[in-house]
């Protein structure tokens, strides 16, 4: 029975995302009022959920780190890890936020510092606010979630030798003529998850390199053509990429991303108001610490906070969820031969310090320059997101330069989360095969690329968040059933060797 079920997933789940993508771009206003329809029903009704499932995972996270489960190898007892560590969190990383951090590393500080619920608008106090927002939604939460969902499949994959398939878990846990079909539903919806997810990142990311193109060369910011030539120069690359072996393309786009991360941050830290920066760096870290708990139970029911609070937080978390089969299956095939405490402790804090560390130096300079009044970012982010952080850039020494980095560094970040992204669901269709086909993902990378394509025509950043939202409202339901399933097999195998 199970030997069918790749053939069967593979030819529904590709042909079924392929028909929504050509429909997005025959009539992208349809798609568009679908996913807000959706979206807008789950937000009214289940942002409670989306919330308590997010924050339980950070408090599942720190238990099994610290707890005796900590120790156990995900792998055999004397396996070691297949790569350095260095190349290990790279990987990660580059996987689990790619372009985002450079697309929101301006324009979300600053727009919350023009207005957010418990901030106190356009002050020094509410730009260290605005970053302890910021930091919710990029920090812990977010590692949170893909730790747990790597850590459920490594488990069961390198300690059970079961099928690398997001369904596994809950085959393997429970029993009853119910499990099969949710278990393929699972398989399925992990899968329309992560190519929703993965488009919305990959059209974000080509609209900001649009707009670089556009102040740095003059190209037309809202020529589809000129759209259409960055998106296929990005599939050639990215299918070029996914032509490779995962210790190669992936590998060495990872280590390229973290290093001119690391270069243009570093530039920006000591060109620019360095003290300010990290004060507002150590300011906001020990203010979103200390704000963490009140901010992970808040669900801001009054009507006038409640559109906020699901347009931003709700959205992130669900964007992550979208993320999470596809990030939590790479991170745990590049994690065999880590012990829990080691794979959850490098998943959650050194990602989480990083992004703080980067949003602190780009949204920091933003709400530094927007609070001296010479930037103007207020108005470019009220107007255009894609824009911050070329605005941002003007004040700066070197500025061009600046900017053909970043479009640099947008494109290689989506080649390589997009590359990412084909060899997961390559595995996904491939019963949960460590090394997928070329063909299959040649075949996923084709489909991203339409989809993405589809989604780029509605040039509205709302509308690509509620589209990239879609498949994982549906999945968050599943992700319990496999952290449920986990947990059972987790006592249960500690038990039977400690009894």
């Known amino acids: 029975m199970r030997q069918r079920l790749t053939p069967n997933l593979f030819f529904v789940s590709l042909p079924f995302i392929a028909v929504i993508g050509i429909a997005g771009i025959a009539a992208p206003e349809w798609l568009a009022a679908g996913a807000g329809a959706f979206t807008k029903a ?56 790619g ?42 939460h977010a590692w949170s979630i893909y730790a747990i969902a790597g850590l459920v499949l490594a488990y ?166 979208a993320w999470a089969p596809f990030v939590g299956v790479f991170i745990a095939r590049i994690s065999r031969g880590r012990t829990i405490r080691e794979f959850v402790l490098g998943v959650i804090f050194v990602p989480t310090v990083f992004s703080l560390l980067w949003f602190s130096i780009l949204g920091g300079a933003g709400l530094y320059a927007e609070m001296s009044g010479a930037s103007g970012l207020s108005s470019v982010v009220a107007q255009d997101l894609t824009l911050a952080l070329f605005t941002l850039f003007d004040g700066f020494p070197m500025s061009n330069v600046l900017s053909f980095t970043a479009i640099l560094l947008v494109f290689v970040f989506l080649v390589t989360s997009v590359d990412s992204a084909t060899f997961v669901l390559g595995m996904l269709t491939s019963q949960g095969s460590m090394n997928p086909t070329v063909r299959k993902k040649l075949s996923w990378g084709v489909t991203l690329g339409v989809l993405g394509g589809a989604l780029t025509l509605s040039r509205n950043v709302d509308v690509v968040k509620s589209i990239a939202i879609l498949g994982a409202i549906p999945f968050s339901i599943f992700l319990v059933l496999q952290i449920a399933g986990f947990l059972r097999v987790l006592v249960r195998d500690e038990r039977r060797k400690n009894p």
């Open 42 to 97: 789950w937000f009214s009704s289940f942002d409670w959920f989306t919330m308590l499932l997010s924050t339980g995972t950070v408090v599942l996270s720190l238990v099994l780190a610290f707890s005796r489960f900590g120790k156990i190898v995900l792998g055999k007892s004397d396996e070691k890890p297949e790569f350095s560590t260095v190349s290990w969190l790279s990987m990660l990383f580059a996987a689990g936020m």
């Open 99 to 140: 372009t985002g951090i450079l697309f929101w590393g301006v324009a979300e500080p600053i727009t919350h510092y023009l207005g957010a619920p418990g901030l106190e608008a356009k002050t020094e106090s509410g730009a260290h606010y605005a970053l302890v927002l910021t930091a919710l939604h990029w920090g812990l």
């Open 156 to 321: 069961f994959c390198f300690c059970h030798a079961r099928p690398y398939l997001p369904g596994e878990p809950i085959r393997s846990s429970f029993r009853g003529a119910w499990v099969e079909p949710l278990s393929k539903a699972t398989d399925f919806l992990a899968i329309i998850a992560i190519v929703f997810g993965v488009a919305g990142s990959l059209t974000m990311g080509s609209l900001q390199i649009q707009s670089g193109l556009s102040l740095l060369f003059g190209v037309d910011r809202d020529s589809n053509l000129v759209t259409t030539a960055i998106l296929l120069a990005l599939v050639v690359a990215y299918m070029t990429s996914a032509a490779t072996s995962l210790d190669k393309g992936i590998k060495w786009l990872s280590n390229v991303n973290i290093a001119l991360c690391v270069a243009l941050g570093l530039f920006l830290l000591f060109t620019g108001p360095s003290l300010y920066l990290l004060k507002m760096f150590f300011v906001s870290l020990g203010d979103y610490l200390r704000e963490l708990p009140s901010l992970s139970t808040q669900f801001f029911p009054s009507k006038g906070d409640s559109g906020w609070f699901h347009s931003w937080t709700i959205t992130y978390f669900l964007w992550w969820i």
